[in-house]
Nanobody, 117 residues
Framework: VQLQASGGGLVQAGGSLRLSCTGS????????LGWFRQAPGKEREFVAA????????IYADSVKGRFTISRDNAKNTVYLQMNTLKPEDTAVYYC???????????WGQGTQVTVSS
């Protein structure tokens, strides 16, 4: 599956952004999906994930209560609504799809999010 992320940009602290990630496959609704991020000089870290039909979500503690992951299988798209953004949220954000072993095997190209203080 090919994934295309978009929606990044520059925002002031306290602001909001919504990231989107669209998949190319008609079997998009068979994949659990996640968002990850990588800040300069740091390792990539998990942000959020959503189950195949969207009924279960999980978040990193650092974004819980501020970010919301959702999906629209009819549009082959997963979203990450990011509110109350902080400078430490600055990173390249990646979407990913999990294979049948629940491993994130398919990755989008990343979208830059920069939060100014």
């Amino acid at each position: 599956v090919q994934l295309q992320a978009s929606g990044g940009g520059l925002v002031q602290a306290g602001g909001s952004l919504r990231l989107s990630c669209t998949g190319s496959t008609r079997t998009f609704n068979k994949y659990a999906l996640g968002w990850f991020r990588q800040a300069p000089g740091k390792e990539r870290e998990f942000v959020a994930a959503v189950s195949v039909i969207g009924d279960n979500t999980i978040y990193a503690d650092s974004v819980k209560g501020r970010f919301t992951i959702s999906r629209d299988n009819a549009k082959n798209t997963v979203y990450l609504q990011m509110n109350t953004l902080k400078p430490e949220d600055t990173a390249v954000y990646y979407c990913a799809a999990a294979n049948y072993l629940n491993e994130y095997a398919y990755w989008g190209q990343g979208t830059q999010v920069t939060v100014s203080s």
